[in-house]
């Protein structure tokens, strides 16, 4: 018999197999040569889509733009049926991706990284898991997600529930039947709004508990015609082009004119083939609308009038529409039948601001001022954003350092991609890069190619340490702040770009603002400079 606890000697590790960490096992293994073992906590790939699986669930970037571009030939193979993939076709799509790279018999499965600790000594990291494994690697890349953490609210008197209660981002693989029963929905994000249709479709009475209005769009999903699918079959440059070349990684740019350019009847009609549209190209329309508020609020006046049009109830209108932050300053969703939803004699919305959640009873919850009978509840609370997955393992770097104390005051690093004290450990799409701002393949694509380069680099050149300089990380977190501060995003003070969704969590903007292309200039120049702002070390 093996001996499960005798550590295995490793070039590489990677942690999680979802988009980027399949493709960074790619990179490495098969393109580098070198022995890589990817660790996953799920029992198959997918990382973000392998957990959230709830109804609804669906991407909000367009399928033609929301995979890997690195392989034409890949591209060409497969073949999305919808405008804006479910979940389970991404899944389809990564096991076919995982299948044809034949990934799988690198990937540990259900194996949760506990600590990762950095042997100073031996240059070496040192892994355990949750299970008893240990494993040694000179390089340890973290490709966790920034949405992968649950963040259930603590709402005193849950664990005295007598019904279900499930997070939209741990949902049941057997999925949830509501049938009959009388459903709390707790969230008005992203999820929310795309589980709140779909639940009030089954539910006997759906009650949806807002604390924060916002903003949705109309996805306007289609099934792709054959003619669109040839082009994709026939454009894969100029997509993966496009998408390298766009501020937020999407294949649509965003218009050159200004929203004060055009009458008000110009821009009205504008905003009218935006909806009418539908997706995410509805920020795009006006090049200022996400630097200048009253561009601003010309969209978001436009998007709470076509709210008040939808929803007939007067009051419930009014509490969906009383939205206070600047439109797609937080997350902008989009959606389908999300606000018609409120139309329906099954469903009811609380307002939980003016009314907080006091308590769950064994029979449903209480708020300030009412109490609500309920046989499920939903929590659509998001997730602990960007560092949280990072921070729920015991990282710890030269000195002993935690991972933990370094970002005490807010996750300070370099690019997104290494932090001062923690060498050869390598964030995929980490806090200070543009991340969830971005179409995430296109960051994860560029990310997992700029490590592997460094990598090839250190290889070549007989490199055995890289380790961001402290002042490079500093320059850093203040750019990413200035970025920042440039837009709109910073006034949504209570979205999880800044952590405000977790009690507790430092108030500091995480993703840069500045755009996936400038971003990508930015790396390739660090690197042409031989990784200025790096110490490398024979």
């Known amino acids: 018999m093996p001996d499960i606890n005798a550590a295995s000697e490793l070039d590489a590790i990677v942690i999680g197999a979802g988009f980027a960490g399949m493709y960074q096992l790619i990179c490495l293994r098969d393109r580098l040569g070198l ?31 929301y995979w890997y571009t690195f392989s034409p030939e890949l591209m060409k193979d497969w073949e999305w049926s919808e405008r804006y993939p479910e979940q389970p076709e991404i899944m389809r799509y990564l096991n076919f991706v995982a299948d044809r790279f034949d990934l799988k018999k690198d990937i540990s499965f259900n194996t949760r990284v506990a600590s990762a600790h950095y042997d100073q000594a031996a240059n070496r990291w040192r892994v355990r898991t949750e299970n008893g494994q240990s494993h040694t690697a ?25 019904g279900d209660w499930y997070h939209t981002g ?28 779909v639940i009030a479709a089954q539910a ?5 508990f807002q604390r924060t209005a916002n903003y949705s769009v109309p996805a306007r999903n289609v099934p792709l015609t054959g003619e669109f699918k ?14 390298h070349e766009t501020p937020n990684g999407h294949t649509f740019k965003i218009e050159n004119r200004l929203a004060f350019d055009v009458t008000p009847e110009e821009r009205d009609s504008i905003y009218e083939a935006a909806w009418a549209k539908g997706g995410l190209q509805f920020r795009a329309v006006f090049q200022d609308m996400m630097v200048n508020k009253a561009a601003n609020d010309t969209a978001a006046d436009f998007i709470k009038r076509k709210i008040r049009q939808i929803v007939k109830d007067p009051a419930t209108a009014a509490l969906l529409s009383d939205i206070d932050h600047p439109y797609a300053a937080k997350r902008p969703p989009i959606d389908t039948g999300y606000f018609e939803a409120f139309n329906r004699p099954n469903v009811s919305l609380v307002d939980v601001k003016t009314n907080p959640i006091q308590e769950i009873l064994p029979g449903g919850l209480r708020t300030a001022a009412a109490s609500y009978d309920l046989d499920i509840i939903v929590f659509a609370t998001g997730f602990d954003a960007m560092t949280g997955p990072m921070l729920r393992m015991d990282i710890q770097g030269r000195d002993g350092q935690t991972l933990k104390d370094a970002w005490e005051a807010g996750p300070r690093n370099y690019l997104g991609l290494q932090v001062a004290g923690f060498p050869n450990l390598f964030t995929i799409t980490g806090p200070g890069s543009p991340s969830v701002l971005c179409n995430m393949p296109v960051a ?37 702040n200035d970025a920042a501060n440039a837009t709109l995003l910073p006034q949504a003070t209570h979205s999880w770009y800044l952590g405000a969704n977790v009690p507790g969590k430092p108030r500091v903007f995480m993703p840069y603002a500045g755009g996936m292309a400038r971003y990508r200039d930015i790396c390739t120049n660090v690197a042409s400079q031989g990784y200025k702002g790096f110490a490398l070390s024979p």
């Open 35 to 65: 022995n890589v073992k990817v660790l996953e906590a799920g029992a198959g790939v997918g990382g973000t889509w392998y957990w959230n699986r709830y109804p609804g669930a669906r991407c909000d970037s367009e399928s033609h733009a």
């Open 138 to 162: 000179k390089y340890l890349i973290t490709a966790v997600g920034c949405l992968s953490t649950a963040n259930v609210p603590k709402i005193p008197g849950l664990e005295n529930f007598a």
């Open 170 to 197: 741990e949902w049941p693989h057997e999925g949830v039947d509501f049938t009959g029963k009388r459903v709390g929905l707790i969230g008005t994000g992203s999820t929310g709004i795309q589980a709140t249709p």
């Open 204 to 208: 006997k009475h759906l009650t949806v």
């Open 230 to 243: 040839n082009y994709i079959k026939t454009h894969t440059a100029e997509i993966r082009q496009a998408t």
């Open 444 to 480: 994860i694509e560029q990310h997992a190619d700029w490590i592997s380069d460094c990598i090839a680099h250190m290889r070549a050149k007989g490199l055995e340490k890289i380790e961001a300089t402290t002042a490079a990380m500093d320059e850093w977190v203040a750019h990413v």
